[in-house]
């Protein structure tokens, strides 16, 4: 699943925190300096020294410039992008500087997130002090794209029903043709960008960001996949990293295999979590006790694709689509009720409601067309990102690890992840270009890292790894459900952060909010 933030976005808590702080370091005593005198990388001078121009656009009091990158930073000739930029400006005697803002992904666009959300995902204090930053990740919306399939056959691409059970041998063997045709579009329609759609590429760009938006140090809220920028960030430019906040952290020590299989296991615990809370109203469609729950729910889930089940629009639901349907709502947990619904409807035999929650996650609008090339964008990041071998017998052997791991919901939405990626990854046309490996940034100073105690996306393990890896990193918890923890209704978070981002305070232990 990408680990983009894609929830309901909640409007900033106002109420006290309790027992916010027990005790905080002040990492810098100044405001964070501008006008970069940092010494530019060799070669990359005509980028790093470019002035970027600043217009008005939508909505009101957003301001929107593009910069120029390469593709290659090993070999900067070989070709530029764009990366599309969007500021909201403060014009405080107070300026600290630039907060340069990810939604996560793959694929996640930060020039949405900050004109449409920029005033409830950061705090007054925090668009006090900053210019709020948000861009579009190279490949993404209306920076430089990756283009794989027009919309009639990204829709049967993703909604098309297989010619074997889903799950099946067979099945696995049928989708090799179909990811190998995925992969030539994708590489025929975007060119030699696809091979540099990876996690160090991007966190070069942001070193040019920071530079041609006038900042010596990096400051940064990055969440979910996001926080792998930051992350990889930190370790290749220590020196130019400042405050960065990094919320639902990814854990670079893990491979492929595991990771998927954890980050299932985290779906399935969110899954339990909702079947308890549902069993607590009248509307629920389950009875009994919680495992009486569960196993009513994997009878029901097994038996969808042999029903054929369809919407209203005439699409049949399969087994990989059930699964981007169920993990969609889990997301947050003011979803769960979508999800109550869906279940009532699909034990009726409706599955209208089960397509609109996928067609949510895929970014397709109800007359078929797609917002954005978020699934492109997801494959070759995380190609290019992971560990992807063995063939079919790989992709089985983690298909079998995972449905141990989760076995309500695991199986359903792995043939919608696992099973694609790993295929998809094993016919890419470009190599992988990271290996997995524990993140320490020496040098960087104190980076915080967020998790939440039932994280379904970004599963609170790896916020706990991450945070133990790094040189100077920083846990802080938030208990409860949901993905992400930043403006989420929890004073004590967003006070911690926003203490941290605007005047380097450190929290001594970790707050346990």
């Known amino acids: 699943m990408r680990n983009s933030q894609r929830r309901a976005i909640a409007v900033l808590a106002t109420a006290a925190a309790a027992g916010l702080l027990a005790g905080c370091t002040l990492i810098s005593p100044t405001r964070t300096q501008t006008e970069s005198e940092v010494p530019i990388p060799a070669g990359l001078e005509s980028y790093y020294q470019q002035e970027l121009e600043w217009s008005p656009c939508e909505p009101e009091g957003r301001e929107c410039s593009t910069v120029t990158a390469p593709i290659d930073y090993e070999n900067p000739g070989d070709g530029d992008i764009e990366l599309a930029v969007v500021r909201v400006a403060t014009d405080s005697d107070d300026r600290v500087g630039s907060l340069l803002m990810n939604p996560g992904g793959p694929g996640g666009s930060g020039v949405e997130l900050v ?44 909604y098309s029903v297989p010619a074997n059970p889903t799950g099946s041998d067979a099945w696995l063997a049928e989708q090799v043709d179909r990811e190998k045709a995925f992969a030539d579009a994708c590489l ?16 070069r760009d942001m070193d040019l960001l920071r530079a041609v938006l006038g900042d010596k140090k990096l400051t940064y809220l990055g969440f979910s996949y996001g ?73 029901l889930f097994d038996g969808v694709e042999a029903r054929e089940l369809r919407s209203d629009d005439g699409r049949q639901l399969t087994a990989s689509t059930l699964g981007t349907a169920l993990s969609y ?48 964008v997801y494959t070759a990041a995380t190609c290019l990102d992971g560990q992807f071998t063995g063939g079919l017998d790989g992709t089985r052997a983690t298909l079998d690890a995972i449905d141990a791991a989760a076995p309500t919901i695991g199986a359903f939405v792995s043939y ?44 609170y393990t790896w916020a706990e790894a991450m945070a133990s890896q790094l040189d100077s990193g920083v846990l802080i918890t938030r208990e409860g459900e949901g993905h992400t923890a930043y403006a989420q209704g929890n004073a004590c978070i967003d006070e911690t952060v926003d203490d941290y981002l605007v005047d380097g305070l450190v929290p001594v232990t970790d707050p346990l909010c």
């Open 115 to 158: 004109q449409q959300a920029a005033e409830y995902v950061t705090s007054d204090a925090l668009r006090e002090s900053f210019d709020i930053v948000g861009w579009d990740p190279r490949g993404v919306g209306l920076s430089t794209p990756v283009q794989c399939y027009d919309d009639a056959d990204m829709d049967a691409f993703l």
């Open 188 to 203: 025929e329609n975007t060119g030699p960008l696809l091979g540099f759609i990876d996690v160090e590429s991007n966190a």
């Open 227 to 299: 926080t792998s920028f930051g992350a990889h960030y930190a370790e290749l430019f220590p020196e130019n990293a400042g405050r960065l906040v990094l919320d639902g952290a990814i854990d670079p020590s893990l491979e492929s295999p595991e990771t998927f299989t954890v980050q299932m296991a985290g779906f399935e615990n969110a899954y339990r979590a909702f079947v308890e809370d549902c069993l607590l109203t009248s509307a629920c469609p389950f009875t009994g006790t919680v495992d009486t729950a569960l196993a009513q729910s994997k009878t």
């Open 329 to 376: 709502p889990l997301y947050d947990e003011g979803s769960w009720p979508a999800l109550s619904q869906m279940i009532s409807e699909l034990e009726e035999g409706d599955a209208t409601l089960a397509l609109q929650l996928a067609d949510g996650y895929n970014s397709r609008n109800d007359d078929g067309t797609y917002a954005d090339q978020a699934t492109a």
């Open 416 to 459: 919608a992840d696992w099973a694609h990626i790993s295929i998809a990854c094993q016919n890419w046309p470009f190599p992988s270009s990271i290996e997995a490996h524990a993140i320490t940034a020496d040098g960087a100073a104190p980076i915080l890292v967020l998790g939440t105690t039932n994280d379904p996306a970004t599963p």
